[in-house]
Every structure is written in C-alpha cells, then in structure tokens.
C-alpha cells in the first residue's frame, strides 16, 4: 500500500507524464511510438495512483480521525466520478 507521501509525490508524477505527452503531440511530425509509450506511462501512473487513493480513502473512513475522515468523505463523490470517467476513457 502505497503511503501519503508516495501518493503526493504521484501528483506531481501525473502531471510531469501529462506534459511529456502533450510536448509529444505538440509538434507537427507524427511521433505515434513516443506518444503511445508516453500515453502508457500516463495510464500506468494515474491507474495505480486512482487505485491507492481509493484504498486510502476507504482506510480513513473507517479510521477514527473524525476531521480527515469528513474531509475524505466530502471528496468521495468528486473522486468516483473521477474515478468513473478515466475508467470509461481507458475502456474506449
């Protein structure tokens, strides 16, 4: 399981695997090898971190930090659907 600190250094993780993919698709020589390994490495990183996130929410709500577990629970449905809608990308 992955810890917070990993998990915070996964947001700055994403969108670093995000701009070496828009740099890719940016210029105006086709580079589809570079941007499907550099697409797979986004989908990889945002996956596992979606995945531990949601392990860790489900953890602090059952934890008895009232404050954390509030705010965690205040996020929940803005993260399913978050959750929901990578999930319908990665399908299509």
């Known amino acids: 399981m992955q810890t917070v600190i990993e998990l ?5 993780l994403i969108p670093a695997a995000a701009n070496a ?7 105006p020589d086709p580079q589809p090898r ?5 697409l797979r490495r986004f ?3 945002l996956d596992a971190h979606l995945r531990a996130e949601e392990r860790l929410l489900t953890q602090v ?5 009232r404050e954390f577990a509030a ?8 993260f399913q659907q978050l959750v929901t809608q990578w999930g319908a990308y990665v399908a299509q």
Not at 71 to 78: D, R, V
Request: charged residues 35%; negative net charge; hydrophobic residues 45%.
């Open 61 to 65: 709500r059952d934890d008895d930090d």
């Open 43 to 45: 989908a990889r990183l």
């Open 21 to 27: 993919l828009c740099a890719i698709t940016a210029v």
């Open 8 to 12: 915070l250094k996964d947001h700055a």
């Open 34 to 38: 570079r941007a499907h390994d550099a």
């Open 71 to 78: 705010l965690a629970i205040a996020h929940g449905e803005g």
